[in-house]
């Protein structure tokens, strides 16, 4: 009958800028490396650029754990973390891929 008024938060509340900020970071870290890949393969940027866009994608990846790492992430939410990682690693070589090789055969046409 007697139910607590105040239930404990999962997130400290110390912990909630930290997980806002690095959040924040995961988005604006996985644009640049988007961007980048995308100039490279536009061959708008040399090469050598991927190596930087390679290096955001690692800072994404660790801005990812910190963010489940603050959250007290259960085993399931990390494991997809893991997956959509991998996934934003390989979409922008799979899009180009797709764009490049629809282009090929709609211009032998």
Same mark, same amino acid.
């Given at each position: 009958?007697?139910? &607590? +008024? ?12 930290? #997980?806002? #900020?690095?959040?924040?970071?995961? !988005? ?5 490396? *988007? ?8 061959? #708008? ?7 930087? *866009?390679? +290096? %955001?994608? *690692? ?15 259960? &085993? %399931?939410? #990390? ?7 991998? *996934?934003? +690693? ?7 891929? !797709? ?11």
């Amino acid at each position: 009958m007697n139910e &607590p +008024l105040f239930i404990r938060p999962i997130i400290e509340v110390q912990d909630f800028l930290p #997980i806002f #900020i690095s959040a924040s970071l995961i !988005l604006v870290f996985g644009l640049f490396y *988007a961007t980048i890949i995308t100039l490279v393969k536009m061959q #708008i940027l040399s090469k050598k650029y991927n190596i930087l *866009a390679y +290096l %955001f994608w *690692a800072l994404q990846l660790y801005s990812t754990y910190f963010m489940t790492e603050k959250m007290h992430s259960q &085993p %399931f939410t #990390i494991k997809a973390m893991i997956i959509a990682m991998f *996934a934003y +690693l390989m979409v922008p070589h799979i899009y180009y891929y !797709l764009i490049t090789k629809t282009e090929q055969r709609y211009e032998n046409e």
